[in-house]
């Protein structure tokens, strides 16, 4: 998405002084290593910016709510998300290093060309970062039947008739019959 108020001119910032964003960005989900999560609730932003030796320094915060499935019973967790932004900007035409080995040895530093830097990808890897990759819904949760699917959670006292047959068929019968031939 394009988002004219996250698109910053460097050459309209002063020196020492602090430039303030304030919003809210409109989204509806948010690609993970784990998949697609469903967004909630939009998310609000909040950053400050300042220019010191012709590099731009971005800190700030961002929050939203998502919807999660629970890796065990699948159930869907809302989880609120409280992300830190935090950019180093430099002006690919104002840097001196030799060469990229030493350029890629800086955490958190970007390297921009023009005099525009786009702060919207800086929200969204805010709000990728905070994302736990295992989720439950309780921290008892009993997940799922692994032979029938029934959530052990809404049923504590299930019997599956499928676990039965699986504890009368056991994979080692094969090793059984194949003993008993040779």
Do not use: W
Not at 110 to 129: H, K, N, P, Q
Request: glycine share 4%; charged share 25%; aromatic share 6%.
């Amino acid at each position: 998405m394009f988002y004219p108020e996250l698109i910053v001119k460097t050459t309209s910032l002063i020196s020492g002084q602090k430039k303030t964003l304030k919003g809210r960005i409109s989204l509806k989900s948010i690609d993970v290593p784990l998949g697609n999560i469903p967004v909630v609730s939009n998310p609000v932003y909040d950053m400050q910016l300042i220019v010191v030796d012709d590099e731009v320094l971005v800190k700030g915060k961002v929050h939203t709510s998502l919807e999660y499935p629970c890796v065990r019973c699948l159930e869907t967790v809302s989880m609120e998300i409280d992300g830190v932004i935090e950019a180093h900007y430099i002006s690919e035409e104002k840097t001196n290093l030799k060469s990229e080995e030493e350029m890629d040895s800086f955490e958190n530093v970007i390297y921009y060309g023009g005099s525009e830097i786009d702060l919207y990808d800086r929200i969204i890897e805010a709000i990728a970062v905070e994302v736990p990759e295992y989720v439950v819904c309780t921290p008892h949760c009993k997940g799922l039947c692994p032979y029938c699917g029934a959530n052990l959670n809404e049923e504590p006292d299930h019997e599956c008739a499928e676990s039965k047959k699986a504890e009368t068929n056991s994979v080692f019968d094969v090793l059984k019959d194949l003993k008993d031939n040779l």
